[in-house]
């Protein structure tokens, strides 16, 4: 176990540095936090997701036999854990020392781990990220970071994490997707790699299975980073039912959140698939590899037989200013294929209408203020053009 929470530390810090050296800065570039109440509370969740628990736990003191083990008791690293199949416990006790010493001697001679043979629990994702956290800000070299990487994939660590995803216990399965989420941002050879090790697959069942929103909010992370930039993968996606389970999942009462994040990424794969072709007119290219891939990519009409059209509509009655600017985004984003359908919506139609009084007011007041263009100012911009086009 313990090799296992070495390998682990080592993939959170490559990944969690790929994470933040290669964010967007303009992602989220119109939102206001000084105007919207959702932006602050997002930055809230997020910053609570991403700390670890502080829970002080009983530590649990193994021997050489096995015991039982109590709800609420960390395990050490280094120990084995089982399932009594008559009463139902977790029994905990010492690993061979033996068999310890030399699983770590494989691991340092650069051998790929058994990743069959041993498990890790909750407490052993925390103790390795909070040890990354701890180091973070001492070593912040890019090229040491890519060569952790390197590393990992060569023995299998990569596999580790995804394994983790089948984990029955919560916490597991949110720290795991966390670590890839991180781990594909910008990478497409781990991207690939997640891919042909079925994490595409673990991701959708998770989405679609009933689990704490904590998780599914990691996993639709992971499962963001994985699909940008990446067209195979958006290809494999449609073909696993990934809009349905998309669908599904901004369809359960008190996933809002998760509803604004899906949007968000609907709007980014449209968007990139339309500034590669684009991409292709500047450059006189007709064929380039990746573009023949985004071609291959049929989401619109995907989405418009999935009813996205419709659901991204009723989107717009949050009442976050910052989850409006997001949808009405997309609404743009999905004209190509859902004009007809929003101008039959009546009720998209009165909501656009109140929309547009409601933020003409609110740029009044910004330009009493003296901000020439203000943030409702650029949200009444937007409305007013998706009613130009709706005409």
């Known amino acids: 176990m313990a090799p296992l929470s070495m390998l682990l530390g080592l993939l959170i810090a490559s990944c969690f540095t790929f994470c933040l050296s290669h964010q ?22 997020t910053k609570a997701e991403e700390k670890l628990d502080t829970e002080v736990l009983e530590v649990f003191h193994p021997t050489h036999e096995w ?22 416990a977790r029994e905990v006790k010492l690993q061979n020392e033996d068999k ?50 390197q590393d990992l994939l060569s023995f299998g660590g990569l596999q580790v994490v995804i394994n983790g995803l089948n984990s029955t216990e919560p916490l597991v399965k949110e720290y795991a997707a966390f670590v890839l989420g991180a781990a594909f941002s910008s990478n497409p050879k781990v991207q690939v790699e997640a891919i042909e090790g079925g994490a595409l697959q673990k991701l959708l069942v998770i989405l679609a299975t009933e689990q704490p929103l904590a998780a599914k909010k990691k996993v639709l992370f992971a499962l963001c980073s994985l699909l940008r930039h990446f067209p195979y993968a958006q290809q494999q996606f449609l073909k696993l039912g990934g809009l349905q389970v998309l ?32 991409e292709a007119v500047l450059t006189q290219e007709t064929s ?70 409601e933020y003409q007011a609110l740029a009044a007041l910004e330009l009493q203020d003296g901000e020439d263009e203000g943030y409702f100012r650029e949200l009444l911009g937007s409305i007013n053009s998706l009613l130009q086009e709706l005409r």
């Open 24 to 45: 967007n800065p303009k992602e989220f570039a119109l939102t206001n936090p000084e105007k919207s109440s959702t932006k602050e509370t997002e930055r809230k969740e």
């Open 67 to 88: 015991q039982a083990l109590r709800p609420g008791q960390a395990v050490p690293a280094g120990s084995h854990v089982r399932l009594h199949l008559q009463t139902g």
């Open 100 to 149: 310890f010493r030399n699983n770590l001697k494989e691991l340092k001679k650069g051998k790929r781990l058994d990743i069959k043979s041993n498990t890790y629990t909750s407490q052993d994702l925390k103790s390795a990220l909070a040890k990354f956290k701890e180091g973070a800000e001492m070593d912040s070299s890019k090229e040491d970071q890519m060569d952790n990487a």
């Open 247 to 278: 669908r599904s999942l901004v369809q359960e009462k008190g996933t809002e959140v998760l509803a604004v994040r899906v949007v968000t990424l609907l709007y980014d794969l449209v968007t990139e698939k339309m500034f590669a072709e684009e």
């Open 288 to 357: 380039p590899e990746k573009l023949q891939q985004y071609r291959q990519v049929h989401l619109l009409p995907g989405l418009r037989e999935q009813g996205w059209c419709e659901i991204t509509a009723r989107l717009l009655a949050l009442p976050e200013h910052d989850a409006r600017e997001k949808v009405l985004q997309t609404l743009g984003a999905f004209l190509v294929t859902c004009r007809d359908h929003y101008r039959q919506n009546l009720q998209l139609s009165g909501t656009l209408a109140s929309l547009q009084a």
